[in-house]
C-alpha cells in the first residue's frame, strides 16, 4: 500500500471526509442563523398581526356619523316650500 496511486487515494479520502466536515459545519452554521431569521419574522408577525387587531378594534368602537362643521344650506327641506 505504498504505491503512488495509493498515497494519492488516501490523501483523496482524507480531504473528502475534511471537505464533509467542513459542508456540515456551514450548513449547521446557515440552518441556525435560518432558524434565528424565521424566529425573527414569527415575532414580527405577531406583532403585526396585534397591531392589526388594535387598529381594528378602535376603528369599529369609534364609529359614529360626525354632523358636519359650519353653515349648510339645505334648499329641499320639506315644509319649507
Given at each position: 500500500m505504498?504505491?503512488?496511486?495509493?498515497?494519492d487515494?488516501?490523501?483523496?479520502?482524507v480531504r473528502a471526509f475534511v471537505r464533509m466536515r467542513e459542508i456540515l459545519s456551514t450548513h449547521k452554521q446557515?440552518?441556525?442563523?435560518?432558524?434565528?431569521?424565521e424566529n425573527k419574522v414569527t415575532d414580527h408577525d405577531q406583532a403585526i398581526a396585534e397591531?392589526?387587531?388594535?387598529?381594528r378594534e378602535l376603528m369599529s368602537s369609534g364609529i359614529r356619523e360626525q354632523k358636519a362643521i359650519g353653515?349648510?344650506?339645505d334648499i329641499h327641506?320639506?315644509?319649507d316650500l
Open positions: 505504498n504505491s503512488p496511486k495509493a498515497v487515494m488516501s490523501v483523496f479520502v446557515l440552518a441556525e442563523k435560518l432558524q434565528e431569521l397591531l392589526i387587531e388594535a387598529i353653515f349648510t344650506a327641506k320639506k315644509g
